[in-house]
Structure formats: structure tokens, C-alpha cells
């Protein structure tokens, strides 16, 4: 089978650093991906990793170790904006269908 | 404006009806896919299309049936036999072996 595992609440303060962990267990291995899904809105693509080490996009940043099937994404100067539901997703058959984790509510407080 | 289209943004049928969602996407992409979210839980694969006149089932196709006549199109048929088919449906799209899929806006059905 296949699995995703990541903390189901997160809750910082606003210009902090947060960071949402996520390892997973799946029969095959292409890449990560990271989606933002602000409440009944459609989920947005973060990031993405196929090889191991940090990929840096402007506050957000993403890093994969292959070896221990874990990976997080790290969020800096946090603003309020950034509340949302964050998920982790494996591609396990070269760029299709992806496995979603059941996401990370982040609360930033004032 | 390029983009992926799912309308009604909410649906409404009473039990044992089979419905239709409908998903558009004028972004010139091979693939596109169908998800089901649950209060508090991660997207779930349906079903995905990577060309025109062929589909594969995803984790739970039970209960749902999919057409892909053209490239531009992937309706969903929710039918009678899913026991429990209130969720909110969301469709996405991608480049044929791209890593980003961009999602429509989503529709949420409920049945009374």
C-alpha cells in the first residue's frame, strides 16, 4: 500500500518560520509535491522535488531525502495569508496520478 | 484567460440520482484527473485521462464512470451505486509527464 503521513495542525506566529514535515511509504518513487488549499478553494502548486536537497521559491521551501522517504516544506516570514491547508504528494508513476497526504491545517496568529 | 472550469459550484440531488459534474479546461493539456475531498482529509483519485478515448481508474472508482471524447473535456458521472457520494469534487489537468497539476475550482455536491 501506500502511505503519506503529515501533522494535522501546525499553528505559528505571523513573521515566523514554520516547517510541515512529511514522510511517506509508496510502491514507487518519481517526486514531491507541495499544494496550498486556502478553505473551499482549489488547491495551488508549491513545489516541487525529484531529487534530494532544499528547492527555494521565494518563502517557501521545499526539501527531499529520498533515502529516509521523508521530505518538509518550510515557510518563512509567515503572513497571515499563508493560513491554509498544505499537503504533501508523491508521484509514483512518472508525472501522472498523484497520492495526496490528508494535510496540515496552519493557523498564523498575530 | 487559460484555465480549468468546473461548474455548478454547488450541486444538489436526492438519493439514488445519477449526476454529472462537468470539467473544462482550455490549457492545451493531455492529462486531467478527478479527485474527491472529504472534510479534513487529503484528495482522493477517481479516475485520470492521459489522452483523448482512454481513462484509468484511480484508488475509488467505485460508483463513478468518466468519458473523454475530446481533449478539452472530463465529465464525471456520480452514479447511484456510490453509498456515500456527498464530498466535494475537484477536478485538475496537467502537461503530459509534468509535475504540476492545476485544479478548477471545485464543485460541491450533496445528497439528500
Known amino acids: 500500500g501506500q502511505s503519506l503521513e503529515q501533522p494535522s495542525e501546525v499553528t505559528a506566529v505571523e513573521g515566523a518560520i514554520v516547517q510541515i514535515n512529511c514522510t511517506y511509504q509508496t510502491s514507487g518513487f518519481y517526486g514531491l509535491s507541495w499544494y496550498q488549499q486556502h478553505d473551499g478553494g482549489a488547491p495551488t502548486f508549491l513545489s516541487y522535488n525529484a531529487l534530494d536537497g532544499l528547492e527555494e521559491t521565494g518563502r517557501f521551501s521545499s526539501f527531499l531525502s529520498r533515502s529516509d522517504s521523508y521530505g518538509y516544506l518550510l515557510l518563512q516570514e509567515l503572513q497571515m495569508k499563508d493560513s491554509a491547508s498544505y499537503f504533501c504528494a508523491v508521484d509514483s508513476n512518472s508525472g501522472y496520478a498523484l497520492n495526496f497526504g490528508k494535510g496540515t491545517s496552519l493557523l498564523v496568529t498575530p | 484567460d487559460g484555465g480549468i472550469t468546473q461548474s455548478p459550484k454547488y450541486l444538489f440531488r436526492k438519493e439514488g440520482q445519477n449526476v454529472t459534474l462537468s470539467c473544462e479546461q482550455n490549457?492545451?493539456?493531455?492529462?486531467m484527473y478527478w479527485y474527491r475531498q472529504d472534510p479534513g482529509q487529503g484528495l482522493r483519485l477517481i479516475y485520470y485521462s492521459q489522452i483523448v478515448n482512454d481513462f484509468q481508474k484511480g484508488d475509488i472508482a467505485e460508483g463513478y464512470s468518466v468519458s473523454r471524447e475530446k481533449k478539452e473535456s472530463f465529465p464525471l458521472t456520480v452514479t447511484s451505486a456510490q453509498k456515500n457520494p456527498t464530498a466535494f469534487y475537484l477536478c485538475?489537468?496537467?502537461?503530459?509527464?509534468?509535475?504540476?497539476?492545476?485544479f478548477g475550482p471545485g464543485t460541491r455536491l450533496t445528497v439528500l
Open positions: 485538475a489537468s496537467s502537461p503530459q509527464g509534468a509535475s504540476e497539476q492545476f
Open positions: 490549457l492545451n493539456h493531455d492529462a
